[in-house]
């Protein structure tokens, strides 16, 4: 398990202590939790319990844009019958005449292109495995693009989950996995060529319920509007060109 990944998994943990409705409260450790890209900025979610990042304002290159951080009230259910109003994270792409919300869930970290006309936020759908999504937002769109469907279906089809008699993966699984490749993670490493094209890490969820190819993974190079892939680096190459744009994660 990577550094990040088990760092991700102890705020898991400290947050579901928390809302379990405990009388006694752990220590307020900060975990400092790395981001993927060694460039970009971590934003706050639920389970991250650094309160410096729930106030977050990070300014576009040229200053014309940001995302804008607070905590907003939510009802949150700690038992069946018990719910508590909580406060929770919220950020916006804040555009003029426009905010657009940002979709937070677990380790989210946003990445400005050089020229500003164009921010990633990687983030989970789900835990510290995953699944991790890039989306992209733009000043001029009415919302943010996943771009990577086609990186997915790639590096399904290299690395298919499933394989070997470890994993564990019922038929219907394996069936489903196979024709849908939205279980492959991504994250968003570097912009290149300003905000036209974007470096991609794809890898196989680090869990030996994927199989025997869990934790393998290739990069790529995207046309960061239609999600084309342009060039595919593999584990070795990747490595060897590109570690020093990512962060201490240990790759």
Known sequence: MSPRIAALAICAVAASALQAGTNSKPASAHV??????????????????????????????????EIACNSVPKEQKVSESVSETLDAPSCEFVVPGKRLPIDLEVGPEALWAPDSDAVAVTHSL???????????YRPENSGPEDIATEVRRDLSHRFPACVGGQSGCTADQRKLMRNDPKWVN????RWMENSRRLLIMAWVPDSSAFGANLGRYNGYVVDAHTGRILTRYSEQDFKRRFKKYCGDWGL
């Open 186 to 189: 991504v994250a968003a490493i």
């Open 126 to 136: 789900g835990g510290a495995l995953g699944t991790y999504q890039v989306l992209i």
């Open 32 to 65: 400092e939790v790395t981001t993927w890209s060694r460039s970009a900025h971590a934003l706050p979610y639920a389970v991250n319990p650094n309160p410096a990042l729930r106030n977050a304002h990070i300014p576009s290159p040229n200053g014309k844009y």
